[in-house]
Nanobody
Framework: VQLQASGGGLVQAGGSLRLSCAAS????????MGWFRQAPGKEREFVAI????????YYADSVQGRFTISRDNAKNTVSLQMNSLKPEDTAVYYC???????????????????WGQGTLVTVSS
């Protein structure tokens, strides 16, 4: 399985970006998929997750109400719409496939098996 993340870039505070993650190979379209991010000098952290069916979504408190995760199982893609961006959202964003369709243990990176290469989001103040 290969994951290709795209959509990062430079945006001013208050702006929006939409990240996409395309999965190829022997994909399990029913597995949950998540987004993580790693800011400079910090550990990677959970951002959002969507269940295999797309019926459940969860977000980190820091992005709740500003970010929206969605998926298109027919196209094997997952997206992250990011609005009202803040400088503290600056990070490399990674998409990942979870080992199961549920969202249990969503913040535990060990529950994810495949990771994209990351896409850089820079929010200027």
């Amino acid at each position: 399985v290969q994951l290709q993340a795209s959509g990062g870039g430079l945006v001013q505070a208050g702006g929006s970006l939409r990240l996409s993650c395309a999965a190829s190979g022997r994909t399990g379209s029913t597995v949950a998929m998540g987004w993580f991010r790693q800011a400079p000098g910090k550990e990677r952290e959970f951002v959002a997750i969507i269940s295999g069916s797309g019926g459940r979504t969860y977000y980190a408190d820091s992005v709740q109400g500003r970010f929206t995760i969605s998926r298109d199982n027919a196209k094997n893609t997952v997206s992250l719409q990011m609005n009202s961006l803040k400088p503290e959202d600056t990070a490399v964003y990674y998409c990942a496939t979870k080992r199961s369709s549920d969202t249990y243990g969503m913040r535990d990176e060990r529950r994810y098996d495949y990771w994209g290469q990351g896409t850089l989001v820079t929010v200027s103040s």
